[in-house]
């Protein structure tokens, strides 16, 4: 495999040897392969969907409702995302550490992204917005994906609601669940994110924490995030870093 002259010029600033910048090409260059695997057996997977004409209640949605049920009547509003639009008006700024616009951040050779659970759950699935979010996916293969750990747990549970709807089976569930393992999305596990996304929940009126874990792990890689939940991104004006997968 060729090594550009930007992976010597790369090895020369990070002082490090060019036997470890090769080695991290051919880690990169195996990840890329599995996830264009990934991508091609998801696509074929949409495809079964549409041929039966099985298309279902949006995820997105699937999603709100299932975090919006654990918090009802804890904050303000409707106790979803959407409550915390007008909160702030701009006049308090965040100082914490990668809230400074920094992007995007290198993990290793590859650019790092977060994605959370609305992107992954419409790659996996066939319905609005799925062929944007695989879109998006396929030219984002060779990048450093991470989240926060619950997305495994927020992707299974809407699957099995999905399932449970009738409109995919539980072997099909189970498929998508595969699916999901081949994205070899890195995962971010410990107490201080769940202190940092407590933080920015309580400054955003949320009365839970699950989209804040997702901006927690933005934050600390210094990426931008990700996502097929527009109202989230509304909520989120003042981090510029948060993204809307869309057509």
Not at 133 to 151: F, K, Y
Request: hydrophobic share 40%.
């Amino acid at each position: 495999m060729p090594l550009d002259q930007s992976r010597y010029a790369y090895a020369a600033a990070r002082g490090t040897s060019l036997n470890s910048v090769l080695s991290e090409a051919i880690a990169q260059y195996g990840l890329r392969v599995e996830r264009e695997r990934a991508v091609v057996a998801m696509r074929a997977f949409q495809d079964r969907l549409r041929e039966s004409q099985r298309v279902g209640s949006d995820s997105v949605d699937l999603l709100r409702e299932m975090r919006e049920g654990r918090g009802r009547g804890n904050g303000p509003g409707d106790g979803s995302t959407a409550g915390a639009a007008a909160l702030h008006g701009g006049d308090q700024q965040d100082t914490h550490p990668g809230a400074d616009g920094r992007r995007p951040r290198r993990t290793g050779i590859a650019v790092t992204a977060c994605v959370d659970t609305s992107l992954i759950l419409k790659c996996l699935m066939y319905e609005p917005g799925s062929d944007a979010a695989t879109a998006w996916l396929e030219a984002h293969q060779a990048n450093d994906l991470v989240a926060p750990w619950i997305l495994l747990v927020e992707v299974a549970s809407v699957l099995l609601r999905k399932a449970q709807q009738g409109y995919i089976s539980d072997h099909e569930a189970g498929e998508a669940l595969d699916l999901l393992d081949m994205l070899r999305i890195r995962l971010h596990s410990d107490s201080a994110l769940v202190h940092r996304a407590f933080e920015l929940a309580v400054r955003m009126g949320l009365p839970v924490v699950y989209d804040t874990l997702y901006l927690a792990v933005a934050e600390r890689e210094h990426c931008d995030l990700w996502t097929a939940d527009a109202r989230f991104v509304r909520a989120c004006a003042e981090y510029p870093f948060v993204r809307l997968c869309s057509s």
